[in-house]
Structure formats: C-alpha cells, structure tokens
C-alpha cells in the first residue's frame, strides 16, 4: 500500500514538472496597435526564477543568455516567415521584485537583442546579492521594427538558454535551463485611414458636354492594417440611388449603373450592385512591410449615363459597403462610405453669331401689305436642367432710331418658337414661349419673328431710317 503511494506522488510530481517548465516559455503578445500605428511596445515578464538563491555564482559570474536557435524567430506555422531577433530589445527589469542595482559595484545593461553569442544581462559585483525570486525582463519593441517588418498574425519562436542553469557543479541554478520567447501576433484588420463620406458637386454644364468615354467620382484613399491576407469585398447598401430635386421631388436611379473600382492593381472594376461581391483580382492583399495596404477607390459610370441619369439639378445618394475579409474568412473588417452628389442648377442660352441680328426690310408695296416673317433656324441653344420655362421681352417700349427713342412700338414684332405654341407679341413684360421643358442639353430652336400685315402697314407713316429693338430671353425655373 504504501508502495503504491509512492509512485502515485511520483507522478503526480512529473506532471507538476512538465507544467511549471512550460509555464515558463515567455509569450509575449504584440497589441496590434501597436504594429499598426507604428507605435514603440513594452512589457515586463518573467523569464526565469532564482530557485530560492539569492547570491550570484562563486566570483560574480556575470549572468548571460543567448539564442539556441539562430538571429530569427520563426513562425511557428508558417515557418517560411520570420522576424530578425533585432525587433525585440530587452534588459533586466527586476529580481524578487527589487529593481536593480543591487549593489553600488554592480553594472546594469542597457537594451540589448539576442544572437547566438551568450549576452551579458547584469554585472555583479563581488559582495552583490538579490532578493530571491522571478527574474522579470523589460522588452520593448521600437517604432521602426513595426515600420519595417510584416507582422503575421500568429507565435514567432525563438529557444532561449542562459549559463546560470543546471551544471553539476555550482549550486546556485536559475530554472528552467532553457525557455521559449513567443512573440504573439493577433489575427486583425483594421481601417487606419478613410472618409465615411464622399462628396462631389458638379457646377458647370461643360461636364455633361465631355468628350470622354467615362466619369470618375472620388471615394477617398483608404489605408488597412492587417496581420492576416485580405480581400476587398463590397456592395451597395440599396439596389436604388436617391435622387431629390430642387422642388424635392423624390426619384431613383438604378445602381447599376455605376462601378467600383480603384488605382490598386489588385482591386478590380465591378459593377455596384446589392448584391456583395469579391473586388480582388487575383491574389489577395498580402501582409506587408509596416503592416498595411493603401489604396484610392473610385465611382465610375459611362459619358452617356451620366449624361442620362444625373444630368437633372438635385442631389443623389447612396452608400458603399466595403468589407475587408482574410481569406478564410475568419474575421472581417467593416467599412460604409456615403457617397452625395450635387448638381447645380444650371442653365444656359447661346446665340450663334450669325443670329445675332434679324432684319426685317420694307422697300416694296407688297412687304407693307403683307407683312414678314423671318425664320432663323438652330438661332437659340437651349441648356436647362431644371423643368423650365422659357420667356422674351424687350428693355425698351419703342423702338429706337439711331439711338434714340422712336414711336414705333415694340409690339410690331411677335415672337415664337418654330412648331410651337403661337407667337407671343413683344413688351417689356415677358411672355411665355415654352411651358413645363424638360431638362435639356444643348437643344436648338428655329426662331420665328413676324410683323404682320397690319402691324406693317402703320409703318408707311414712319420716317425712311432704321429701327432696333433689343430681344431677350430668359429661364424661370419651377
């Protein structure tokens, strides 16, 4: 019986062992944070423990460690990947809790990194001693480790050993004899830069006038930190874009329509729709030097529809989706962008130089007794893209005669549109020639103007000389 306790405490203290040695690998976890922002890291951790000594070895034994494993720390399942051992600097932080020096004599390291060579990490002098207890190291990383090395997500492992572990011949020995540093890397992707919202005006008709093939709106330039390979995923909100006129008038347009894409190559030209699709080509975004990916992402759609659909004054909106996923699809990183366009109102009217002038000429008897008219074809162009009204008038009552007031009335002359409604007579107050127009790019219109017969034949009374009157057109919007 008491055989049998013996071999049970026997492994009940093997089982203690194996567990108190790897408790005591050193896994050191690297906020990402920190990886991302480039900022410096530090921690303190135990690496060894006294067993219970609280001397130095016999003459002051300088206490050393060095790498078992090479100037690396290798990923531990990725083992093609690696970190030099200069990313992690280190030094004595304390013994038994007491911060050194321990003794006036004593020499404290500054940072150091690991290498194969055995480092010393304090100097004792001969009468130093130490509170007995966990040996606990400073690391640090500097900002220019994360600047210029990938951090995968995952362990990194490096064996560590040091000269004050088991010898059969000193009996001062720290444990355990040999260690694991583990550099923990977390899976993430993050947004580090980016707008939530995007917006463009457009102001002048000569945009809808362009002579190119596409339309480009800008998204913004993006920047993700990530530990871990990603896609870029993204859709549409709604498979509808907003629109709201100046009169606040709500209407859609189909997303459809438009594409995403961006001036990273590995970022394809998709169309937008509801639906989420994959808008990397080819391999994905990999983990880089400094731990991020940038790029500028873009809305595009046709000449033609933009021309189509958003030639109309008002606002549209939508919004973009985006997701970066690593590729299995383990985490994800979220980003919606809300896009506005504005179009202004705009309008315009242009009279070629040739329409400048209508002239209207009374030699003959038959030119007072009939009357004229003069059609002027494409003499306006029409730019609207609000539903319009179109108007003329005159400044001025009477005509004038070299300057000067006449007596002959402006309302000799009517005025109208070639196929449309029936000429107005021209006053000082605008008359109406268009009703309710459609938005409109650059439309011609044949003008008519007439003196009728009975308007010409109070002219026979008139002085021989030439009259002018100015002719005016103009917009109001509804």
């Known amino acids: 019986m008491k055989t049998y306790n013996w071999i049970v405490l026997g492994v009940l203290l093997f089982a203690s062992s194996t567990m108190l040695v790897k408790a005591q690998d050193v896994n050191i976890t690297i906020p990402v944070q920190n990886i991302f922002n480039h900022t410096e890291f530090t921690a303190v951790q135990t690496v060894m423990n006294t067993q219970g000594s609280s001397n130095w070895r016999a003459g002051a034994i300088n206490p050393t460690i060095r790498s078992m494993s090479g100037n690396n720390f290798i990923h531990t399942s990725m083992p093609g990947f690696s970190l030099p051992t200069s990313v992690l600097h280190w030094r004595l932080a304390s013994i038994g809790g007491q911060l050194p020096r321990y003794h006036w004599g004593d020499k404290w390291p500054g940072y150091k990194w690991l290498t194969t060579s055995y480092q010393t990490w304090y100097h004792p002098s001969i009468y130093s001693n130490y509170t007995p207890g966990n040996i606990d190291f400073s690391f640090k990383m500097p900002s220019n480790a994360f600047i210029n090395h990938a951090f995968r997500a995952g362990d990194y492992s490096i064996q560590i050993t040091h000269n004050y572990g088991v010898s059969g011949f000193y009996t001062i020995e720290f444990s355990p004899d040999s260690f694991y540093a583990i550099l923990s890397i977390p899976k993430a992707i993050s947004w580090l830069t980016g707008n939530n919202t995007a917006y463009t005006e457009i102001s002048s008709l000569n945009k809808f006038r362009a002579a190119s093939s596409e339309v480009l709106w800008d998204l913004g330039t993006f920047e993700l930190g990530n530990t871990v390979d990603f896609s870029l995923f993204a859709k549409a909100a709604s498979s509808n874009i907003q629109f709201t006129s100046t009169s606040g008038v709500q209407e859609t347009r189909d997303i459809s329509l438009l594409k995403l894409g961006g001036n990273h190559p590995k970022i394809s030209t998709l169309s937008l729709t509801s639906v989420n699709k994959n808008f990397t080509s080819g391999n994905s975004f990999s983990v880089e030097n400094g731990n991020r990916n940038g790029f500028q992402l873009n809305i595009s759609l046709s000449q033609a529809d933009f021309k189509n659909y958003f030639f109309q004054a008002g606002t549209y909106k939508f919004q973009v989706n985006l997701n970066a996923k690593d590729t299995n699809n383990s985490i994800a990183a979220p980003q919606n962008v809300d896009y506005t366009l504005k179009v202004q109102t705009l309008s315009e009217i242009t009279i070629p130089n040739l329409g400048h002038s209508i002239n209207f000429e009374f030699n003959t008897l038959a030119q007072y007794q009939n009357g004229q008219t003069k059609l002027i074809p494409s003499q306006l162009r029409l730019s609207n893209n609000e539903t319009y009204e179109l108007y003329v008038k005159t400044d001025a009552a009477f005509f004038k005669k070299a300057g000067i007031q006449s007596d002959v009335p402006s309302s000799i002359l009517q005025v109208g549109i070639e196929g449309g409604s029936p000429e107005v007579v021209l006053s000082t107050t605008p008359q109406k020639i268009v009703n309710n127009g459609t938005p409109v ?38």
């Open 441 to 478: 790019l650059d439309k011609n219109l044949n003008m008519n103007y007439s003196i009728s017969a009975d308007a010409a034949q109070t002219l026979v009374a008139k002085e021989k000389s030439t009259y002018s009157i100015n002719v005016i057109y103009s917009f109001i919007a509804l």
